[in-house]
């Protein structure tokens, strides 16, 4: 998506944000020992190529919700409990069996074919791909590839994929910057807090240079005065006996030589570390990219293996010989990254003393030049009294020396002014750019162009219920309901109407979602409560419809059974001592 946005500084600036949709197909899970369920595994099958609505039922306690977790533990490793606080895993395992605590997801990822195994007691988890065993070490690395191939982290996914009803209203009472952060994570949009993030780097940069840039006018104006300063009181000094002022400046001259020569000796030892360090960098740097290519290289090699089979005769790449040229290929990736890394160290290093060794030059190259100066100006001042009084003439001194030595230092101070000027510029532009990359900026294009199509969505979904208002979201994600043209206070609408408008707005919220990460799969629950009989039917009839058009499985969690027309499928679940997963046959 390319947004272009006005500048006063430059026209315009163009902003692309890639949108990718990913994809993610549960097939089924096998629940066992877990929570209320016991010893034989239970497993629910979903349809994978159509939409169902499903209803879920059971009585308190059976073990609907305990459902509703496996899928978030098997996927994360966590537990929603008791006043939305994650659960110990602890507590997890049936509290009569105690242990051998299993849950297995299968399903497929962007082509990817996924089985995950979590369990406690003893404690499991396997990751497979495409029918391998992924070996990588750590729990926390098996974590991380798992939620890639999931594409939403946890909180997300109990915002718009496992939730309750109840639970949307906290959404939409959400503060502004809670429900931006959310819409962030699912539209790629902290690409541009990254770039923003980036934008005040270089501004830090920038402003650290003109400081710089300042002092070093500052410095150079400070000589030229100390130098017109030199000049006039030479001068006064004419008047003076001349070979006393000879005398008294020889002696000041002779006095620095020695501090003079362990200057030039430490700034000229500097700049020599200075080349060594520079040199050091620059090999660095080269060793750096081509290890970066070396990486790529192999990792491009890695893709054609894990993409299964040859692009050009469609060979498998499943054999022991490839899973053997492709462990190489990782082996060689690691031994590289490990190089990387090291060479980044080295860099890093090279730089701290890059860092350091300025701070120490800067100081030693002021203090050499003020005493060049120095010493500069008593050689001058001491050939022009000695030609004055080898002449007899009195005559001035000449300053022409002092002069030639204030152009240079006009002319650097000149340069260092129009660098100063680039920086300012520059940080004009910078201020430009920040307000382009803010909240009010390409992220408030960007959320225009989300809001639209979920009021689309939200005045379908309303119409599809029959209900007589007209319901939009502005750009804060507030919501402003219309009857006849005139405003509807919130306030006065009654339970039921507001149950009914806040479903049609959790359902356009969620097809937008599924624009950009499709999943099969969609749990609700409290949805009835405080709803007569007939708006249940339209509820019923908008989930069916939103589940049919766009292929989601939509269990509906309810503790009774309800108008089984309306279901393509029923699972009960039951208890007797432990919780079991039952099919309800539905008569045409």
Not at 388 to 413: A, M, P
Request: proline share 1%.
């Amino acid at each position: 998506i390319l947004y272009i946005l006005p500048s006063t500084l430059s026209g315009y600036l163009h902003i692309s944000i890639k949108i990718i949709k990913a994809t993610m197909i549960i097939e089924e899970i096998s629940i066992k020992n877990f929570k209320s369920y016991g010893n034989s595994t239970q497993t629910l099958k979903l349809n994978t190529k159509n939409g169902e609505l499903i209803l879920l039922s059971g009585n308190n306690g059976n073990g609907k919700s305990s459902l509703m977790n496996a899928f978030d533990y098997v996927l994360y490793g966590k537990v929603v409990g008791v006043k939305k606080k994650w659960s110990t895993l602890s507590s997890l395992p049936n509290r009569i069996n105690g242990s051998d605590m299993l849950v297995n997801i299968k399903f497929k990822s962007d082509g990817t074919n996924i089985e995950i195994e979590r369990g406690i007691s003893p404690n499991i988890l396997k990751l497979t791909e495409n029918g391998i065993t992924n070996e990588r070490a750590g729990k926390a690395n098996i974590d991380d590839k798992i939620e890639k191939y999931i594409g939403l982290d946890i909180e997300t996914f109990k915002c718009f994929i496992s939730m309750s009803v109840d639970s949307f209203k906290n959404f939409i009472s959400l503060t502004n910057d809670e429900k931006k952060l959310l819409l962030d994570k699912l539209f790629n949009l902290e690409v541009i807090n990254i770039l923003n993030g980036i934008l005040k780097d270089i501004n830090k940069n920038n402003k650290i240079r003109l400081a710089s840039l300042d002092s070093e006018i500052r410095t150079l104006e400070d000589s030229i005065d100390s130098i017109k300063r030199s000049i006039e009181k030479a001068i006064e000094k004419e008047k003076e006996n001349l070979q006393q002022e000879i005398d008294t400046l020889t002696d000041e001259m002779n006095s620095k030589k020695d501090e003079y020569k362990l200057l030039k000796e430490k700034v000229d030892k500097i700049k020599e570390k200075e080349t060594i360090l520079s040199d050091e960098l620059d090999i660095e740097k080269r060793q750096l990219s081509s290890t970066q290519n070396d990486i790529r290289n192999v990792q491009r090699e890695i893709d054609l293996y894990d993409s299964g089979k040859c692009p050009t005769c469609s060979t498998d790449f499943l054999s022991e010989h490839f899973v053997t040229l492709r462990n190489s290929l990782v082996e060689k990736k690691n031994s590289h990254e490990g190089i990387l890394v090291e060479i980044q160290n080295n860099i890093a290093s090279i730089r701290a003393k890059q860092t350091k060794l300025k701070e120490i030059a800067d100081g030693t190259t002021k203090s050499f030049n003020d005493l060049s100066y120095l010493l500069k100006n008593y050689k001058t001042q001491i050939d022009n009294l000695s030609r004055k009084k080898g002449s007899q003439v009195n005559e001035s001194v000449n300053t022409q020396e002092f002069q030639n030595t204030i152009d240079d230092l006009e002319e650097k101070k000149s340069v260092s002014h129009d660098n100063a000027g680039v920086c300012k510029e520059k940080e004009l532009f910078y201020k430009e750019l920040n307000r382009v990359l803010s909240e009010d900026g390409a992220k408030k294009s960007i959320i225009a162009g989300i809001i639209k199509p979920i009021n689309h969505f939200i005045s379908e979904n309303i119409k599809k219920m029959g209900l007589p208002f007209e319901v939009k979201l502005d750009e804060t994600f507030s919501s402003e309901i219309k009857n006849l043209g005139s405003v509807v206070e919130h306030d006065s609408l009654s339970t039921g109407e507001t149950k009914l408008i806040n479903i049609s707005i959790l359902v356009a919220y969620l097809k937008l979602i599924r624009t950009k990460k499709f999943l099969n799969i969609l749990f609700l629950d409290e949805v009835f409560s405080s709803i007569d009989l007939e708006n249940i039917s339209k509820i019923l009839a908008l989930l069916k419809s939103f589940s049919n058009d766009y292929n989601i499985n939509i269990f509906v969690v309810h503790h009774a059974v309800l108008n089984e027309e309306m279901f393509d499928r029923i699972i009960r679940i039951e208890k007797n001592v432990f919780s079991t997963i039952e099919e309800v046959f539905i008569k045409d």
